[in-house]
């Protein structure tokens, strides 16, 4: 994966949404082999935030690097390095689950073979819905198709918002597993949960609130 580049900055980051200023000048750092933790009460910005670094949100002021370069920059290459997962999944409801995986797997220039995307699902004991519509799922179930992205898409930065909701003890136990390999290859995880996960190594808390802090 190369673990010596993958390096996740914010400098000067000020977000606002209906002219009230959620994050006001704001310096992060998001290091390679790191798991970052986003807290805060409801509407501090955590999402606001995921979806700034991800690229998808405007800014006030303030840049994005990835790898010292600045997020858009063609060189930084930044659309292929990332995977944000958000509550809306942005799956395809009229492909199957296989389809859904192999689709955006093929994004990132190497399309999940057969018995990959089989291999995860069987992991994540969905294997029997592979070859239903996205649609038809509950919505546990898609929020499963959504996380075996983690391991057929190649990235370095994985943005996630609630990963952990509304999972059985057994698939947050998956889930704790991948973030730590992901970070133990030189990944970088930035992720927000209301609950503590058990097991999982964090190595960042970042506090949104009017005073936003970093703590180790």
Known sequence: MGSNNS???????TI???????????????????ISHLIGENGAGKT??????????????GEVFWNS???NHPEANFSKVLLF???NLAMKHELSIAENLQFYSALR????????????????????????????????QQHKVSLCRLKLEQTKLWILDEPFVNLDAQTRDWLSQQLMSFANNGGVVIFTSHQAIEGLKIHQ????????EVSA
């Not at 190497?110 to 919505?139: C, G, P, Y």
């Open 7 to 13: 390096n996740l900055e914010v400098k000067g980051l």
């Open 16 to 34: 606002s949404r209906n002219e009230q200023i959620l994050l006001e000048d704001i310096d992060l750092a998001f290091k390679a082999g790191t």
């Open 48 to 61: 606001s935030l995921m979806r700034a670094l991800a690229g998808l949100l405007s800014l006030d002021s």
């Open 69 to 71: 370069l600045k997020s």
């Open 85 to 87: 997962l958000a509550h």
């Open 109 to 140: 220039g190497k399309r999940a073979s057969t018995s990959d995307i089989q291999q995860v699902a069987t992991e994540l004991h969905i294997e029997s819905l592979l070859d239903r519509n996205f649609a038809e799922l509950s919505a546990g």
């Open 205 to 212: 808390r970042v506090s949104l609130s009017h005073q936003q």
